[in-house]
């Protein structure tokens, strides 16, 4: 067996009409963390933002939450997601890998753990975007997990 870490590269997306959540994997792959909120009042602003921190980090892998509707079908809000998404990857390396991740009950489950640790919903706001992020990206890198064993 070999005895070199695979290092994964991963960064977590919540796209939102407002802001955009980032979260970024620890090296080994097995824990997502909060990154930064990005404005998305500025769409090309945002997309630069975002590829400045592929490009500092060396992300190999993306992970887009989908705001799939409950019964798990797509609405208007997957189709802007995946607008932003193709804008996003015209301006990224072609060998990046992209994935999408139903997000839904994304930024509930951030509010619940959010709650849960003593933070008030006055207090979650600022960085919900980016525990939603965590939360997408988690769940990615938990099946990824699954997937290697």
Do not use: C
């Not at 979260?23 to 998305?40: C, K, Q, R, Y």
């Not at 992300?59 to 802007?80: C, F, H, N, Q, T």
Request: hydrophobic fraction near 40%.
């Amino acid at each position: 067996m070999d005895p070199t870490p695979t290092w994964v590269r991963a960064l977590g997306i919540d796209h939102g009409d407002a802001r955009i959540g980032l979260a970024i994997s620890d090296d080994l792959g097995f824990l997502a963390h909060p990154l930064e909120t990005v404005s998305n009042k500025n769409t090309e602003t945002a997309i630069t933002r975002i590829v400045q921190i592929v490009e500092d980090r060396k992300i190999e892998d993306l992970v887009v939450g989908l705001p799939l509707r409950m019964d798990g079908s797509e609405g208007d809000a997957v189709k802007k997601v995946r607008a932003f998404s193709a804008r996003l990857r015209s301006r990224l390396p072609e060998t990046l890998r992209f994935h999408e991740m139903d997000e839904t009950f994304t930024t509930v489950t951030a509010y619940q753990k959010m709650r849960e640790s003593g933070r008030k919903a006055k207090q979650a706001k600022p960085v919900i975007d980016q525990a939603a992020a965590v939360e997408i990206l988690q769940a990615w890198l938990d099946g990824r997990g699954m997937a290697n064993h």
